[in-house]
């Protein structure tokens, strides 16, 4: 299912779910860059070698060996002058990648659905928390999922990139404040043309979605979608959402229609 539009008015303009795009934006095609030269030339790594933009991913996605345990570069398989994942993330404080790991996307679809997802729900999200509650609400809802994928598969060497569980916990938070907007969304490929549904039912098929496909986590047989972190990240956002509210004015109502003549 994609979420194309909500029918929730906002009161002011969502800065920071606009300042979120945009610097995941930067970072994705930042990190496509690396890897050209002066020429207009893709680098490709020698064998043994990781190119930039692995080196990026390695070094500030989240490894969940390095997280949990600790790491232990010494014990991976390599063979000689291989640089390994592990060894490049030990080089970062342990607890950096739960962090910068949010701003990293494997490719264009993960970024731009995901990208869709915050627009459509997020953007509520910072309306109702303020400005200077959502980034926060958001990073931790973020570290939250990566510490649920990594406790999932702890000697995983595997980085784990994404925005998914911190959007995942606005969506959980979404489901809390506003389970009654209505929601516009495709099924592709079986329904082409949009349709409206209540959010509560939209975002309970998409959390029962991910414990359907639990056994697909992408710290297992070698990459795939981190279903944990949406998970984590969808029920921390739905613990968070009432204390980050705690001291914050009720909603407004919406304005009474006015009737033409």
């Known amino acids: 299912m994609i979420p194309l539009h909500d029918k929730n008015p906002l009161h002011r303009t969502p800065v920071l779910t606009i300042g979120l795009i945009v610097a995941n934006v930067v970072a994705y095609f930042g990190l496509q860059l690396l890897q050209i030269d002066a020429d207009g030339i893709v680098l490709r790594p020698s064998g043994g070698e990781l190119d930039s933009q692995q080196a990026i991913v390695c070094e500030y996605g989240l490894v969940p060996a390095h997280l949990i345990g600790g790491g232990d570069s010494s014990s991976g398989e390599t063979v000689a002058g291989a640089v390994t994942c592990l060894s490049v993330n030990e080089e970062q404080p342990r607890f950096l990648g739960l962090f910068s790991s949010q701003f990293l996307h494997g490719d264009i679809w993960h970024l731009g659905f995901n990208m869709l997802f915050l627009w459509v729900f997020g953007n509520n999200i910072e309306d109702r928390l303020g400005r200077l509650r959502f980034l926060p609400f958001y990073l931790l809802c973020g570290a939250a999922a990566g510490l649920a994928q990594a406790l999932a ?103 009474p229609a006015i009737p033409t003549f």
């Not at 009654?180 to 099924?187: C, K």
């Not at 082409?192 to 710290?219: H, N, R």
């Not at 949406?230 to 909603?251: D, N, S, W």
């Open 153 to 255: 598969d702890p000697s995983s060497d595997i980085p784990v990139i994404g925005a998914s569980g911190a959007i995942a916990g606005v969506l959980g938070a979404y489901l809390v404040l506003y389970p009654r907007v209505w929601v516009w969304t495709v099924v592709l490929p079986f329904f082409f043309l949009p349709f409206k549904i209540p959010a509560w039912i939209w975002l309970g098929i998409y959390f029962v979605l991910q414990l359907l496909f639990l056994g697909e986590s992408a710290t297992s047989g070698g990459g795939g979608i981190a279903f944990f972190a949406h998970i984590g990240g969808f029920v921390a956002g739905m613990l968070l959402i009432k204390p980050f509210l705690v001291g914050r004015p009720p909603p407004t109502p919406p304005a």
